[in-house]
């Protein structure tokens, strides 16, 4: 769990205490895997349970998790401090699409990662989809020696970063300080030290390491340098020594991933920045949330939370005028903020101006990056059922078929039983149409023409030019009604769920005996429930789906 810093001489006299308190409870929420009890994080953080309660009320207000009885979890929307600190450092989002198509090209595991202390964190992952790959997630630290990123990171290191690695090598040798789950090395076994393996990538521009992070893992590791010179990041290619040995990956995958790195640093060069622009309204918006819940809303942690908010692509470095004016806090405030901030790590400060650090990806990021689109749904599913009182579900398109991802069955005696992995033929269904209408006329045309549509009931459409038309009206009106077409007695509706490029990517549905409501009572009451349901699940996806990609199951 992480470590809890308690309020004392060790801290800044101006440091926040509940901001402080508030942090140690999304650590260790987030080491725990993103879902802990109220209890736990009791026992974990030493607080009173009191203490706990109205850190995790708090929380719950800003949405940054949400609270499933007594077990605390992790909410989508705290994925945007992290967010804050990726569009601020200006790496994922250019690179990320040339690091997915490295991986397409070596069909591999692609990562990027930057330096952190005498330690590497990731910064963005392109997984395949194999039994053995790389399994750490965006935010996740591990020590340098057992990494090839680290020695491209050390190999310029400095006498003093040495000299504090040494240190933390010494009091820590196999890195467990840094992730207790990393298994054991043998020294006999390490090959070359990590100080030698430094010296190797200095010279070479390159590392490989073989088995020391996991065995079985072997990694090459390449410097991407930002227009300044520096290195800005490392790139890794992942592999497992059934395919390839270090001779070949040197072989095989170091000039394509040299080629890779050359497009990189030309995206660095040449790749516009935007400013994100704050609203300055955060402020006021935690004022009223204390008028509201009174003490069970606090708002100094609150407070001190959005100033990580105040940073983003085009305000990686922020005088603290520029963080009160983009949050809405007097400068009082946000200096306290900061300097609490920059105790715990998570802002270095400057001169005069004020930068995330990687370590802001400690709260929440590593469990929320493995997230995926049933993740999301699910608990505006079950909050849409309890409006409702039907039984509401996620599907995704499955070549000619929808099959179920996520579903929150009603309590009632006669209710739609369908279970997850459920496939149904999309012509017929509401959450297919919806689906079908999204799709490119000519990849629709060719997907129909691929169908045979059979009368699952005497209502089913099975005429080829009225199933255009019905689609065509589909596409216009963004929900499907289907009326005891895919089963007698059952009526659905269905909206689409949408990514961040406005592709529907999934949809929901309410599903319902037809003696439940008439069709006008069901796009009367339903209708506005569900497009407010899909409405809530984009916005999470919006935020979770920035710098990640989001499985569709």
Same mark, same amino acid.
Request: aromatic share 4%; glycine share 8%.
């Given at each position: 769990?992480?470590? &809890? ?31 802990? &009890? ?96 790389? &399994? ?82 072997? &990694? ?334």
């Amino acid at each position: 769990m992480a470590v &809890t810093i308690p309020i004392s001489d060790a801290a800044p006299r101006e440091a926040v205490g509940p901001l402080m308190r508030g942090i140690s409870v999304l650590e260790d929420i987030s080491e725990a895997g993103g879902r802990v &009890t109220v209890s736990e994080l009791v026992r974990s953080t030493g607080l009173a349970r009191s203490t706990v309660d109205r850190i995790t009320a708090t929380l719950a207000r800003m949405g940054h998790l949400r609270l499933d009885g007594h077990t605390a979890v992790l909410a989508p929307r705290l994925m945007e401090l992290g967010n804050a600190y990726l569009a601020a450092i200006r790496l994922p989002g250019p690179l990320g699409p040339l690091a997915e198509q490295l991986a397409d090209a070596l069909d591999e595991s692609v990562s990027l990662a930057v330096p952190d202390g005498d330690g590497i964190r990731f910064v963005h992952r392109t997984k395949r989809r194999r039994a053995m790959s790389l &399994t750490f997630g965006i935010g996740d630290l591990l020590p340098a020696e057992r990494t090839a990123q680290g020695a491209v990171f050390a190999a310029s290191w400095s006498e003093e970063e040495w000299s504090h690695w040494r240190a933390r090598r010494g009091a820590d040798p196999q890195g467990h300080a840094v992730l207790p789950v990393l298994p054991p090395t043998d020294p006999a076994e390490e090959g070359p030290g990590f100080e030698q393996r430094a010296a190797q990538a200095r010279i070479q521009g390159w590392a490989l390491d073989d088995q020391l992070v996991e065995p079985g893992l072997i &990694t090459l590791a390449l410097p991407v340098r930002s227009p300044d010179g520096r290195v800005a990041c490392a790139v890794g290619v992942v592999s497992h020594t059934s395919r390839h040995t270090e001779a070949s990956m040197r072989e095989s995958l170091l000039p394509r991933a040299r080629d890779a790195v050359a497009a990189m640093e030309e995206r660095l060069r040449t790749s516009p920045v935007s400013t994100e622009t704050r609203a300055g309204g955060l402020a006021a918006w935690t004022g009223a949330s204390k008028q509201e819940l009174g003490a069970e809303f606090v708002e100094s942690l609150a407070r001190g939370l959005t100033v990580l908010t105040a940073f983003g692509e085009g305000r990686a470095e922020l005088t603290l005028a520029a963080v009160a004016q983009a949050t809405g806090l007097a400068r009082a405030t946000a200096r306290r903020a900061l300097i609490t901030l920059e105790h715990l790590g998570h802002v270095e400060a400057g001169e005069r101006t004020f930068r995330l650090t990687p370590k802001v990806l400690t709260l929440g990021y590593p469990p929320l990056s493995r997230i995926t689109l049933p993740d999301i749904a699910s608990p505006h599913l079950a909050a849409l059922v309890q409006e409702v009182h039907d039984s509401a579900s996620l599907a995704v398109l499955d070549g000619d078929a929808i099959q179920y991802t996520a579903r929150v069955a009603t309590g009632r005696i006669m209710s739609v039983n369908i279970g997850i992995g459920t496939r149904f033929p999309a012509y017929a269904a509401s959450m297919g149409r919806v689906l079908l209408a999204d799709l490119p006329a000519r990849d629709r045309a060719a997907l129909l023409a691929r169908t045979q549509l059979h009368a699952l009931t005497s209502r089913t459409v099975t005429d080829r030019e009225r199933l255009d038309a019905v689609l065509a009206q589909v596409a216009q009106d963004g929900y499907a009604l289907v009326d005891e077409e895919l089963e007698e007695g059952l009526r659905s509706l269905a909206v689409p769920v949408r990514d961040l490029g406005g592709r529907a990517v999934g949809a929901v549905n309410v599903a319902m005996h037809s003696s439940r409501r008439t069709v006008d009572q069901c796009l009367a009451e339903v209708l506005p429930a569900l497009r407010s349901a899909a409405a809530r699940i984009e916005a999470d996806l919006r935020i979770a789906g920035r710098f990640t990609r989001i499985p569709s199951s």
